[in-house]
């Protein structure tokens, strides 16, 4: 285990833990005295019908996601019992930052989008007795998990809301997240993964974060010094203040580990590799939606899968913050991502 303040609560607030037991992974390995830690808004009514399951994306935690969160917003806590799940590797929920020798640190074994969903659904179904989801929703790795739920449990979910991610990881991706894995893993300190301390690989997260600055957003985002809208002096400022800031505290196992998932994205597992058959399969409404100048999932990608789902609809947010449109680092973000999920809530 790593001692990491990072992954505190005075950062990211309390969470709740369902205890999972031995779990068994995708890929055949077992972790010990799993845990899935969570949070949630909202109270879960008699009939239990008025629950919406929201994960998180690559490198967050649930504390990301509850910004969507309001009183008056479509996400309203005093209409719905809003779930907000962590995923393996995120630094709460089992990690290898927080498990013990000797599957800890490098030794973590390998988990799948899929191990992510199972324990979810286990989360959903004996902790809450629940049924059916109004709605799920997510972004990027939260969509990824989001189709994973849609195509696996396609009788419990009613709507779905995937936002700028992929069912199926394309190979513009697998490359990016590679590279990205592999200028974490250049670090001296690194060790193959055995540091001792976060803070001793900063070598190999900002060879990392840099390559955020350059993929993260879109050219015109930097042509047009957008960043100074966020209070920015320059461009070695909104680097160091934005994604240095983001990245550098983090642990590199723990993003190599949601990496290892994002690269391996795939609901066509579950139809012999035929997407096809694996999007046809979903039931729920399904509002896909891409952001414009996103250089993971282009609009052209999202729209390609959309189109294989039977009662879908392509939507677009406009934003120069590309794909991370997201954090609504604009009033225009915001009002276009509400509205999408107005819909959903009353398709």
């Known amino acids: ?8 609560e005075d950062l990211h607030g309390p969470h709740q833990t ?35 399951l929201f994960p998180h994306m690559w490198s967050g935690t649930p504390k990301a996601m509850e910004g969507f969160i309001g009183k008056g917003r479509p996400l309203d806590p005093e209409k719905y019992f809003i779930i907000l799940p962590g995923q393996f590797g995120n ?36 902790q809450f007795g629940i049924e059916e989801l109004q709605l799920i929703l997510g972004w990027s790795m939260g969509a990824q998990q989001t189709y994973e739920w849609a195509v696996r449990f396609p009788d419990m979910v009613k709507c779905a809301v995937p936002f700028a991610g992929t069912a199926r990881t394309t190979p513009h991706n697998y490359l990016w997240v590679t590279a990205f894995e592999d200028a974490l893993k250049s670090d001296p300190n690194f060790n193959d993964g055995f540091f001792e301390d976060a803070r001793l ?5 900002r060879r990392h974060s840099q390559l955020w600055g350059v993929m993260g957003l879109c050219q015109e985002f930097y042509k047009k010094e957008t960043w100074r809208d966020v209070g920015f002096s320059s461009l070695e400022d909104f680097q160091h203040g934005f994604w240095d800031a983001y990245f550098l505290p983090m642990d590199p196992n723990n993003l ?22 694996a999007l046809g399969g979903i039931k729920a409404k399904t509002y896909v939606v891409a952001f414009t100048h996103d250089m993971f999932f282009p609009m052209a990608d999202c729209e390609a899968e959309q189109k294989m789902i039977p009662d879908s609809e392509l939507r677009i947010v406009n934003s120069l913050w ?21 819909d959903a809530l009353h398709a």
């Open 1 to 8: 285990m790593v001692v990491n303040p990072y992954y505190s």
């Open 18 to 52: 369902f205890e999972l037991g031995d779990f068994k992974l995708e890929m055949g390995e077992i972790i010990r005295g799993c845990k899935l830690l969570y949070k949630t808004h909202g109270k879960l009514n008699q009939k239990k019908d008025n629950a919406i």
């Open 91 to 126: 630094g709460f929920s089992s990690s290898p930052s927080n498990t013990p020798t000797p599957h800890d640190r490098g030794a973590f074994p390998k988990v799948t989008i899929g191990d992510d969903v199972v324990a979810q659904h286990r989360l959903i179904t004996e």
């Open 201 to 205: 690989c900063h070598v190999g997260l």
């Open 256 to 277: 190599i580990c949601m990496g290892w998932k994002w690269k391996h994205g795939d609901v066509s597992r579950h139809t012999c590799g035929d997407l096809r058959a």
């Open 322 to 342: 590309a794909h991370f449109g997201m954090f609504c680092m604009s009033p225009s973000e915001k009002e276009q991502i509400d509205k999408i999920l107005f």
